[in-house]
């Protein structure tokens, strides 16, 4: 199955921005829609983005619409969050992960996870 790592996460001021990328290995990507999801201590993990296999079509969680975007570039077998006007409750491990078929915004919809990266917001 598809194998997934992300990078790209970081300290940042608010207002500032940041790129996730998450690179596939082991799989065809092209087959898989792709989603963000996000988890702060002691909360769940919640989604944020996701896209389609062509990447048609996107869906994004309310508070992060017009200041994140999803993209993909499946000759590069990645995925990519850009991270606008970055507010401090955005601080969370930031997770991409895979699913076959259609998009979902639920964590159990999706197959494969990869390890998460830190995204620290400062007032």
């Known amino acids: 199955q598809v194998q997934l790592v992300e990078s790209g996460g970081g300290l940042v001021q608010a207002g500032g921005s940041l790129r996730l990328s998450c690179a596939a290995s082991?799989?065809?990507?092209?087959?898989?829609?792709m989603g963000w999801f996000r988890q702060a201590p002691g909360n769940k993990r919640e989604f944020v983005a996701a896209?389609?296999?062509?990447?048609?079509?996107?869906l994004y969680k309310d508070s992060v619409k017009g200041r994140f975007t999803i993209s993909r570039d499946n000759a590069k077998n990645t995925v990519y969050l850009q991270m606008n006007g970055l507010k401090p409750e955005d601080t969370a491990v930031y997770y991409c992960?895979?699913?076959?078929?259609?998009?979902?915004?639920?964590?159990?919809?999706?197959?494969?996870w990869g390890q998460g990266t830190q995204v620290t917001v400062s007032s």
């Open positions: 082991g799989g065809t990507f092209s087959t898989y829609s």
């Open positions: 992960a895979a699913r076959r078929f259609s998009l979902s915004t639920l964590v159990s919809g999706y197959d494969v």
């Open positions: 896209i389609t296999r062509g990447g048609g079509s996107t």
